[in-house]
């Protein structure tokens, strides 16, 4: 079975900084991953994800991640911090392109300061 | 697409009453999912719905839970007989057929006294 792993709980990062959240997948095969973000008293909303080709992926908001199998990580970037980027980032991993069942990570709370 | 909606945003009931929670997916997707997502940890998988059947049940599922897609539209999550540890945050998503870009709804943060 898949898993995730976001070896960090808290994330704090001045506006206009960059910011790297990182996750780490343990699955044998081509895993298909995603980033969501959760504001509060939001549902999850998907900023990008990786299915295939190019290892670097554009997202919304000016996110991106790559994909390296070599670590089996997939880490989310992003060049310039804005304080509405404050919120909770998940990365989560299905087996296929038609896996229903998401398996996701215990999350990254991103805090913004001035 | 007015996006997932779920209803009531907030629950809060004493123990061993039973309760209800409501999905409306996006129109036209046939996968309709259920999450829960306790604090401090990511969404877990509960159940699946193709259309109007359900497909799986993860683990988490006990006895007492019980889900619907009539008509492969709505859904409906029940718990019976709830307990403490019921309390979290259930989250519904719907996708279309051949994709796997999961659309989430707001979720319905149940807590149990």
């Known amino acids: 079975a898949q898993s995730v792993t976001q070896p960090d709980i808290h994330i704090t990062v001045s506006e206009g900084a960059s910011l790297e959240l990182r996750c780490n997948y343990s699955?044998?095969?081509?895993?298909?991953l995603f980033w969501y973000v959760q504001s509060p008293g939001q549902g999850l909303q998907l900023l990008l994800k990786y299915f295939s080709g190019d290892t670097l992926v554009q997202g919304i908001k000016g996110f991106e991640a790559e994909f390296k199998r070599s670590q089996s990580s997939f880490n989310l970037r992003k060049p310039s911090v804005h304080w509405s980027d404050a919120a909770e980032y998940f990365c989560?991993?299905?087996?296929?392109?038609?896996?229903?069942?998401?398996?996701f990570g215990a999350g990254t709370t991103v805090t913004v300061r001035a | 697409d007015t996006g997932v909606s779920q209803d009531p945003r907030h629950k809060i009931t004493k123990r061993g009453q039973n309760v209800t929670f409501r999905c409306d997916p996006i129109?036209?997707?046939?996968?309709l999912y259920w999450y829960r997502q306790t604090l401090g940890q990511g969404p877990e998988f509960l159940t699946y719905?193709?259309?109007?059947?359900?497909?799986?049940k993860s683990r988490l599922l006990s006895d007492r839970f019980s889900a619907e897609r009539p008509k492969g539209s709505f859904s409906t999550l029940e718990i019976q007989r709830t307990e403490q540890g019921d309390s979290a945050m259930y989250l519904c998503?719907?996708?279309?057929?051949?994709?796997?870009?999961?659309?989430f709804g707001p979720g319905t943060r149940l807590t149990v006294l």
């Open positions: 719905f193709q259309n109007e059947a359900q497909l799986e």
């Open positions: 998503a719907s996708s279309r057929d051949s994709y796997n870009e999961q659309f």
């Open positions: 129109s036209e997707h046939n996968r």
């Open positions: 989560a991993v299905g087996a296929s392109s038609n896996d229903y069942k998401l398996s």
């Open positions: 699955y044998g095969a081509t895993p298909y």
